[in-house]
């Protein structure tokens, strides 16, 4: 009996690839099915700002017909927004994306939901319902905590699927890091290597992720970065012929300088500062210039110029100081960029950095409105949430009724209207 012939190596790598590839995709499915079950879930904590979520928009059904959730970027638990689908055409829905300056989440834990309270959109809402009562809009708060201008690029491209009738973007506060390749993305958009990553790696203990966007990259090539993500989001709005406002974040100049203060300094800022206080200027801005810290050295300049009141000299220094080691602060530059492509899509420009300068004294923003390094106290939000429904009343981009816009209300009123009168008390209470 003729023995069998051996079959060729290729077919024998078919023949073993052949049961992998099929338990391989019975897996995917399977695991797919449970995770859009709410059953499971195969993304990594730590992996939640640099990757958009399969989950970031859920879909469910209720007695009131379809809805959409917005799931929140780092809490899957927590519903950040929902809103009914399709759109109802008599609501006039804006998206507002960008970092933790629009999620606002200092305000509640972060765990627990907005509240509906605190917030830039969460004011907008307020506002506009009181100034448009002919009106039904509808604000969607979009922030994401620690959210780079990739991650806002992403999100944009889903949340236009919600048929916004405008989006707001405020972002530039998160970037430093290299952003993941096309590679990693791709890998991460499929459920089992995801289930893998988890399985194998767990979690980052919260303890132990950092508070600030590492600065992996030169301060030039973050800029293009950051440019070009603009132009992309942009390009997204004019695609789906969805019009965009942007915002220019505020600097906090004096905040941002404050913060080496409560690390004491070294022996040169120590001995800088000493000579400044006997208003000794001249020897203090030498003295200091012997430091190893450039920033630091910056800041102690900025702080002594202050002192002998050369205000704008000194806040020039500051923002240069920030584009060196912004530790979360906006960085100006950033802002240019903004302007550079608002100017160029003819879209409305909210710019809260040049409206804060032009209310702090001396030009110098920190001391009015500011809770922390970035973020804004709840009234501090009123007043940018003011600028923005002005920005885009003035430009024609809010339907409005008969007599409307009707005047501005007060703080007081609107805490009334919205039920956050004791809330509000609350905040104040602990500098919010």
């Given amino acids: 009996m003729p023995r069998p012939r051996p079959l060729p190596l290729a077919k024998k790598l078919l023949f073993a690839a052949v049961p992998l590839v099929v338990v391989l995709l019975v897996l995917t499915v399977g695991l797919r099915a449970l995770e859009r079950a709410g059953l499971v879930s195969t993304v990594r904590d730590g992996d939640r700002v640099l990757y ?9 059904q209720t007695p009131d017909g379809e809805r959409v959730q917005l799931m929140d970027a780092q809490y899957p638990e ?3 927004a929902s809103m009914a689908q399709p759109k109802p055409q008599d609501v006039f829905r804006i998206v507002v994306v960008g970092g933790s300056f629009i999620r606002g989440e200092h305000y509640r834990g972060a765990d627990e939901g907005l509240g509906g309270y605190g917030s830039i959109p969460a004011w907008m809402q307020a506002l506009l319902d009181h100034r448009y009562p002919s009106q039904r809009f509808e604000v969607i708060n979009a922030g994401g905590s620690a959210q780079s201008s990739y991650a806002v690029r992403d999100s944009v491209d889903a949340l236009l699927q919600v048929e916004p009738d405008l989006v707001l973007v405020a972002s530039g506060a998160n970037e430093g890091s290299a952003p993941p390749t096309a ?3 791709a890998l991460h958009s499929w459920v089992l290597y995801r289930a893998m990553k988890k399985g194998l790696l767990g979690e980052i203990p919260v303890e132990e992720r950092p508070m600030l966007q590492p600065q992996d990259l030169g301060a030039e090539e973050l800029l293009g970065r950051y440019r070009d993500n603009l132009k992309l989001i942009a390009r997204a709005g004019h695609n789906a012929q969805v019009p965009m406002a942007w915002v220019a974040l ?17 022996e040169t800022w120590r001995a800088g500062q000493q000579l400044c ?7 203090a801005l030498e003295r200091i210039a012997q430091g190893q810290d450039t920033v630091e050295a910056m800041v102690s300049s900025a702080a002594c110029l202050m002192e002998a009141g050369e205000h704008e000299l000194a806040a020039e220094i500051l923002g240069a100081a ?3 080691d ?3 602060t906006a960085r100006p530059s950033f802002n240019d960029q903004v302007r550079r492509i608002a100017a160029t899509r003819y ?3 909210v710019d809260l950095e040049a409206e804060l300068n032009a209310l702090a004294p001396h030009g110098l923003a920190g001391d009015l409105y500011f809770w922390d390094h970035l973020h804004l106290t709840s009234e501090g939000y009123l007043w940018a949430a003011r600028q923005v429904v002005e920005t885009l009343g003035d430009a024609g981009l809010l339907p409005t009724g008969a007599g409307e816009p009707l005047e501005d209300p007060s703080l007081e009123q609107l805490l009334e209207e919205n039920g956050w009168v004791e809330l509000h008390a609350q905040m104040v209470a602990v500098g919010r």
């Fill in 347 to 349: 879209a409305p420009l």
């Fill in 322 to 324: 920030i584009e060196l």
């Fill in 52 to 60: 958009l979520t399969p989950d970031y928009l859920r879909v469910i």
């Fill in 183 to 185: 590679y990693n993305q």
């Fill in 277 to 283: 206080s006997q208003a000794r200027y001249g020897e």
């Fill in 326 to 328: 912004p530790r979360g």
């Fill in 78 to 80: 927590v519903v950040q």
């Fill in 250 to 266: 505020p600097v906090n100049l004096l905040g941002y300088g404050r913060r080496f203060e409560l690390g004491q300094g070294s």
